[in-house]
């Protein structure tokens, strides 16, 4: 991923303490460092990465204005006027800050070269071909399931129709000349309360496939709080950071997913003659929850001019450094990895220590970035598991619909065969 994507921009001041003047400009964030371009000249005043950020705090500058500082290193960096206020640019950076202290490499480290290695082809092809039959499964599927609402589609007008004859033959019974009226006559009325045709959804057997720190913003800029993302196989829920569920969309609720930067994504739900529910959710692991959205509303996901190039290029520094969502398969990939690796043995002189991490290197079973591709072919795959799991459980209920419908239909006709033979 490219360095010098710009994540967020904000209008403020900078505190430039050899002129000791405040100089307006433009903090900006990208997913390694964080930058200040004065506006008049457009000189870049400072920049850092975030791994060497210390602290981030709000302060007053001059017991007034409120100000962020900024310490990095031995160096204290003071930001005021922030837009569209100091608490939304302290959330997002300290969000940022926070997972790039937490990756296990660190931000500022520098992408290995890919290798790619015969185990590691090996079970890439294994994956690939694993993740295409499934592909296939699941689209045999989601059309067998359409097969089956078309059906009962059918079944429901074969009903509507049979109350119409029944109302026919119940007025050819009991002709308007007949002066004691048809109640005598008329068959016995079936009290039975007709079956709902309705499919239950099947909303509480959710899996979850993945759950991602993230910024939230609601209607207005100025309204953001940190959170959770939880995507599911039915649809996907946002809560607070007290894990306090604000909303869940069903994925027959999610009206489109635009893709505003590879790190930044909105969700709406469309209504008539009230405000839409749209959330604006920002995080430095959304590149690990696109390809999720993708899969889960392919049709519904719009990429914005700024997120053109994640489609072919989706890794980041925060993604090669992010653990798996699948611990039992981040388990297996780094047992494979460190399978063939030489044990550390005490040697003599840095030249050993150099020669040892080069043998390690030669012996290495699977190359980190293969490991990286295999987590996540296997997050897809879950994915894709999670999917079939839910369409099976939903046509399994649709056939215990059709079963009743179709014993009801032909219970129906031959009841009215009877009354129609009554009458010639």
């Not at 791994?51 to 100000?67: D, G, Q, R, Y």
């Not at 505003?260 to 209504?271: K, L, N």
């Not at 290029?313 to 981040?330: C, D, L, N």
């Not at 072919?377 to 999670?386: D, E, P, Q």
Request: net charge neutral.
């Amino acid at each position: 991923m490219n360095e010098d994507i710009r994540i967020h921009t904000w209008p403020c001041s900078y505190y430039v303490g050899s002129e000791k003047r405040w100089v307006p400009g433009k903090l900006s964030l990208t997913p390694v460092s964080v930058r200040f371009t004065a506006d008049k000249s457009g000189e870049l005043l400072v920049g850092f990465h975030l791994s060497s950020i210390s602290e981030i705090k709000k302060e007053s500058s001059n017991f007034i204005f409120s100000s962020l500082t900024i310490l990095e290193t031995h160096t204290k960096h003071w930001f005021s006027s922030l837009q569209p206020n100091r608490n939304v640019v302290f959330n997002v950076l300290e969000h940022f800050w926070r997972e790039q202290l937490l990756s296990s490499e660190g931000a500022g480290a520098q992408a290995l070269p890919s290798s790619q290695t015969s185990k590691g082809k090996e079970l890439t092809g294994l994956l690939t071909g694993s993740q295409k039959r499934l592909e296939d499964t699941a689209k045999v599927l989601e059309h067998q399931g359409e097969q089956f609402d078309n059906i009962m589609k059918g079944l429901n007008k074969i009903e509507s129709e049979m109350d119409v004859a029944d109302r026919l033959l119940s007025e050819l019974e009991s002709p308007s000349w007949w002066p004691f009226g048809g109640k005598l006559l008329k068959g016995p009325v079936d009290t039975k309360p007709k079956e709902a045709h309705l499919v239950t959804d099947p909303g509480n057997k959710d899996g979850v496939i993945l759950r991602i720190p993230v910024i939230i913003t609601e209607r207005t800029d100025s309204n953001v709080r940190p959170g959770k993302l939880t995507l599911l196989a039915s649809g996907l829920e946002i809560s607070d950071s007290s894990s306090q569920v604000l909303h869940r969309f069903d994925k027959k609720d999610v009206d489109d997913v635009k893709v505003h930067t590879p790190y930044e994504i909105s969700v709406r739900q469309r209504f008539i003659g009230k405000p839409d529910i749209s959330y604006r959710l920002l995080s430095a692991k959304m590149p690990e929850a696109i390809p999720v959205f993708e899969m889960q509303f392919s049709k519904k996901v719009q990429f914005m001019e700024d997120a053109l190039g994640l489609v072919g290029a989706r890794k980041t520094p925060q993604e090669e450094a992010g653990p798996s969502i699948w611990h039992a398969a981040t388990g297996l990939l780094g047992s494979v990895m460190q399978a063939g690796s030489i044990p550390s043995s005490s040697s003599p002189g840095a030249g050993g220590g150099s020669q040892q991490a080069q043998l390690q290197k030669q012996k290495e079973v699977v190359s980190e970035s293969e490991a990286q591709e295999l987590r996540r072919m296997l997050r897809k795959l879950k994915s894709l598991a999670l999917e079939t799991e839910t369409e099976l459980e939903r046509q399994d209920e649709a056939l215990d619909v059709i079963t009743s419908s179709v014993d009801r239909a032909t219970t129906n006709i031959d009841k009215q065969n009877r009354r129609i033979k009554k009458l010639t």
